[in-house]
């Protein structure tokens, strides 16, 4: 599957997994911007920024498409609770940057480079509480255990991911709990709360947060690819950015496996620090070994896999838009 | 009432308040230590060192006196919040450390120093993370509600107080709400959640709330007095440290007030940076003027009122300490 093609459909597959939920998508938009208004003003705007600089909403999608596809809820809670996801969401974005010190994202500057790190970390963590409240005043039991374990496993990933830079004998070990747990665990707790909110049986919760699970490894892997193959302006961020922070990720990984006959590209890898020249010239062996398929290829079968789970539901707008939710995660090019 | 004295009888009032609730104490430290504990080894070490570097544990006292003043509550819930507030504490504590980028605390180095920034921005969102997990899991609808919306007033005063450093104009106008919201608002919270654990009526809650009100605010002005008058072997803290990082806190507004005559103070303060050289002389200004007494006072009558809440409750050895923790707030020197 080339990425060329994959590409070329991103906008029809994008407005048919929204076209489904456009009004709640709308309502999500007003409830965050509601929420993080705050009567001290540079909370406000940087929140406020935060939120114009856009993003694509996958995780308060991925909890109303499951809650929809599981029946009828309350739908004002819904709406609180897809709001928090996105909250929480862009909370570690912001901790994210103020850690890899990015100074861009999505062609605008980073809170870090507009506000500095101070108010950054406490921007991040003024989302996080705002999540955190509406969670609180609008989550039932099961949906607060599920989405704060969640928590727990995102930023412990996140920590050893930040530990193991560099280190590639981390990455090899440890790839798939990294991307599983700051990606994939909580959009499988998005999806698992949707049909949590719609009364759906453990059996269905259980398929929701599958498919969830899967999707999130998905996108994480076509991150990872977008990271070297991606076109700067359309993702938000350098190309070979994880390279030369010291993410060995997916493609990299399977560069070393099927390409590394001499042992070179180890070796330059093992020294820890990477160079943008050294980045570019790794970048290169990378996708010369085929290494970008053979990762595109796993997103593929785990986005097969997500679609798989969702057999078990009755055919509606909702598990159509589910499907297409998951084809584009791994057909974007941003 | 002159510091010296205050410092003096410092041992005694601590074990007297401490001493009511020794077991339950001992309780919190090994669920704080079980619970921090992560198979993410770095989560596990920043954590670790974090609790070992001690503390007064004054939130999770707050929590249990109230409770157990109030009646008889499920003793293993009641442990599990009160080591959810020092995690929430705990947290504050690394993200502050980053933000003014402190480098020793209580007479170690800080998370920043050992970790760098990166971890201790995560670090403090892991213990903000497990704080969030045990709240989910162990409180109830009325206690979350309360703390998550303290939670958020806590980050919107430390936005304030950092977008506000070295602005008199906004020191002199919000500093009673800075402190409220910093330190305040939490501890209120703390005594309000034990009451509604232990079932107390709304007056009880209530009052609880207001004590603990009227304690934060006396602790944080007691800090603020300490800042220019303390010892830094003992607070653990580089005197003056607000002065420079551009905090103008009560001592500094009552010098104003009170003995500036020339406006010379009020010229030095307004440039906004304040040297090391400059923060010792305008230390010397305050401690002259009377302003450190006049603070104290404003401590002690914050005190006072915070144990007229108290009559309300029938007399224990939990109200004896709860009052006895009032007193340490005020008389404490580190």
Known sequence: MSITFLHSDQGMLGSNWTSAIADELESIELTIRSVINSSVEVASDLSGRLLASGGKRIRPSLLTLSALACGECDRERMTYLAAATELVHMASLVHDDVIDETRERRGSATAGAQFGNKISVLGGDYLLS???????????????????????????????????????????????????????????????????????????????????????????????????????????????????????????????????????????????????????????????????????????????????QLSIFPQSIYTDALKSLAEFVISRNG
Not at 130 to 144: E, M, Q, R, T, W
Not at 172 to 198: H, N, P, Q, V
Not at 253 to 270: E, I, N, P, Y
Request: include cysteine; charged fraction near 25%.
């Open 130 to 308: 705002k999540a955190f409240h509406l969670l609180c005043v609008h989550g039932n039991p099961d949906i607060l255990k599920s989405l704060s374990a969640t928590a727990v496993v995102m930023v412990e990933s996140e920590i050893l991911q930040a530990s193991g830079e560099g280190d590639l004998s981390l990455w090899e070990s440890e790839y798939w709990r990294i991307i599983r747990g700051k990606t994939a665990d909580f959009m499988a707790s998005c999806c698992e709360c949707g049909a949590m909110l719609a009364d759906a049986d453990v059996n269905q919760c259980q398929a929701m947060r599958e498919y969830g699970l899967q999707l999130g490894l998905a996108f994480q892997i076509t991150d990872d690819v977008l990271d070297i193959a991606g076109n700067s302006e359309l993702t938000g961020k350098e190309t070979g950015a994880d390279l030369i922070n010291g993410k060995f990720t997916l493609p990299v990984l399977m560069a070393l496996r099927d390409a590394d006959g001499d042992g070179s590209l180890r070796k330059t890898l093992s020294k820890g620090h990477i160079s943008a020249c050294e980045a570019e010239k790794i970048t290169a062996i990378i996708i010369e070994s085929g290494a970008l398929e053979t990762a595109n290829s796993a997103a593929a079968d785990c986005v097969e896999a997500a679609i798989k």
